[in-house]
């Protein structure tokens, strides 16, 4: 079975352009996260969808953050009006269940660099 | 605001020696995870200690749970190359809003030297 999928791996932007990060979650999953890693730190949360619905986004850093799922599967996460403090890898997990305790299996991320 | 303080940030070591990495927190998680991620992919899970004071072992890698559930510490016997990668340690909670979101600490750049 295929694992957590992310596109595109590598993104450049230029200062003020938008981008749309995407994550393909194990098929079933019921759990989706986003998070942001900064070069040689550990991820930080962003959001988090129960299916299609996005139960958690206080980790968006602004308001040109944004994501969504609406089908419940695949998500987007959208960058607007690009700064170079945005440049980072964002991974994607998912999990089967909305337990703690549950193996969140990640992506191999999206590492964007705003120029 | 929970925060996971992961220790030493950076560690080298030759082949064969032993270490240690700890996790510490001045909240509670209902279960700590321990993850370990190579250059260009992302994190996998290698344990998740779930009850206070837990030992769990995993060949050279054995991971305990401190009683109150605040820290944890990860150590390596008899170090590998192939050991070589970032580590990481992230507390997850219960209920609430946070429905299993990750708590990461900074994580450790382990190198081990042949």
């Known amino acids: 079975g295929a694992g957590v999928s992310q596109s595109p791996r590598y993104k450049v932007a230029k200062r003020g352009q938008d981008v749309a990060l995407r994550c393909d979650p194990i098929?079933?999953?019921?759990?989706l996260f986003w998070y942001q890693q900064a070069l040689g730190q550990g991820p930080e949360f962003l959001t988090y969808f129960q299916n299609e619905a996005q139960l958690d986004k206080s980790g968006l850093p602004s308001d040109r953050f944004f994501a969504e799922r609406p089908e419940g599967s695949v998500s987007t996460l959208k960058i607007q009006r690009t700064q170079q403090e945005d440049s980072a890898v964002y991974l994607c997990?998912?999990?089967?269940?909305?337990?703690?305790?549950?193996?969140?299996?990640f992506g191999p991320g999206t590492r964007l660099t705003v120029l | 605001t929970q925060l996971l303080e992961q220790s030493p940030q950076f560690l080298s070591i030759q082949e064969g020696e032993n270490l240690t990495v700890y996790c510490n927190s001045s909240?509670?998680?209902?279960?700590l995870q321990w993850y370990r991620q190579e250059p260009g992919e992302g994190p996998v899970l290698l344990v998740t200690v779930v009850t206070g004071g837990e030992v769990k072992k995993l060949k050279r890698l054995t991971f305990q749970f401190g009683d109150a559930r605040k820290d944890s510490s990860l150590h390596i016997t008899a170090a590998q190359p192939g050991d070589t990668g970032l580590y990481l340690c992230?507390?997850?909670?219960?209920?609430?809003?946070?429905?299993?979101?990750?708590?990461f600490g900074q994580g450790t750049i382990l190198t081990v030297h042949p």
């Open positions: 909240s509670v998680f209902s279960s």
């Open positions: 997990a998912s999990s089967l269940w909305d337990r703690s305790y549950n193996e969140q299996f």
């Open positions: 992230a507390g997850a909670n219960a209920g609430g809003t946070s429905y299993g979101k990750l708590t």
């Open positions: 098929s079933g999953h019921v759990s």
